[in-house]
């Protein structure tokens, strides 16, 4: 592996009673109070034919995998690589990009279907089902917790779902407007976080390998000025941990590492990850000093029998 290495700087009762909204840098911080054993496993066989892309990870030394395939989730235990099923899907679904709340839900984004998911991460039961879409010609792909909504990227449309968390309110569609240009038959709007000021949200385009801010007010998109490197190019997941943001670009099997300046208008390339047991990673989650990375395999064969792993690099 060769890294640069940067600096960076049960489930809730879904009544009319709000939570106060775990943000991606307390979520951050949380996965950060624990540190990985060296024992710990670095590398994690998924089940064959699982077709993986999302990963999330929450506060305890757990990771979540979703599947393409049929929609299922699969829990990983960080300490031991055990794994089980924990939610068997169904067929004509599938669960992309997805990520654990602090009551213990996960949101999961549907892709083709249109949907945004809930899923308890204790038990695997479905909770519920939200239509963003039409159930064809649009691909919901990856999603950030923010505030009262969970937000979720449409990589064939040009905008943004906001659903409710904790069961409270409608869904809210943002179109993307501003800077953006939805470009026909490419992968467009991809991984989303907030911004470090908690203000406004970053998308990633992955083509032309573009980052932009979003405000969450107006849906105005404004392109992130890059230094130290042209594009981020095939950008999938993105993680954020205060101002240093990791864009996984997944066909070139590295992570790009950037500062955010304070209003996220510019960032400068401060380090790339690799490492030699990437095949076409997507996305990304952290728990201590590690980031784990689902190796999605888009170059390969996608059977039933096709092999998959998620691996872990030190950070």
């Known amino acids: 592996m060769t890294r640069n290495r940067p600096r960076p700087s049960r489930r809730a009762v879904l009544g009319a009673a709000a939570v106060t909204a775990l943000t ?3 979520a951050a911080a949380t996965a950060g109070a624990a540190t990985p054993r060296p024992t ?4 994690f066989p998924l089940p064959d034919g699982w077709l993986p892309e999302g990963i999330t990870i929450g506060a305890r ?17 960080l300490r031991t690589g055990t794994s089980r099923i924990l939610h068997p899907g169904a067929p004509g679904t599938a669960s992309i990009g997805l990520k654990l709340d602090r009551d213990g839900l996960l949101y999961v984004a549907g892709g083709g279907a249109g949907t945004a998911r809930i899923v308890d991460a204790h038990t695997g039961e479905l909770v519920h089902t939200y239509r963003l879409t039409a159930p064809s010609g649009q691909f919901v792909n990856d999603v950030v917790l923010h505030e009262d909504r969970a937000w979720f990227t449409d990589s064939r449309a ?3 779902y906001g659903v409710p968390r904790h069961g409270v309110g409608e869904v809210r569609e943002l179109p993307l407007t501003g800077a953006w240009e939805q470009l026909p038959d490419v992968i467009n709007a991809n991984g989303i976080v907030a ?3 908690n203000r406004g949200l970053i998308v990633v385009k992955s083509t032309p390998g573009t980052l932009y801010r979003v405000s969450l007010r107006t849906g105005k998109a404004a392109e992130i000025a890059l230094a130290g490197q042209d594009s981020v190019v095939n950008g999938d997941g993105l993680y954020r941990v ?5 864009v996984v670009q997944n066909r070139l099997n590295k992570v790009s590492v950037w500062h955010l300046n304070a209003t996220s208008t510019s960032a400068t390339l401060t380090g790339t990850i690799t490492d030699p ?16 990375l689902v190796n999605a395999r888009f170059t390969s064969p996608q059977t039933p029998e096709t092999t998959f ?3 872990a690099v030190d950070i």
């Open 61 to 77: 030394p757990y990771a979540y995998f979703g599947s393409r395939a049929h929609g299922g989730i699969l829990r990983t235990d």
């Open 24 to 26: 991606p840098a307390t």
């Open 195 to 197: 911004t470090p000021d």
């Open 40 to 43: 710990w496993p670095t590398e």
């Open 309 to 311: 792993t998620a691996v």
């Open 277 to 292: 047991r990437f095949d076409v990673p997507t996305t990304a989650a952290r728990y201590g000093n590690r980031l784990y």
């Open 158 to 160: 040009p905008v943004l």
């Open 242 to 246: 205060g101002r240093t943001l990791y």
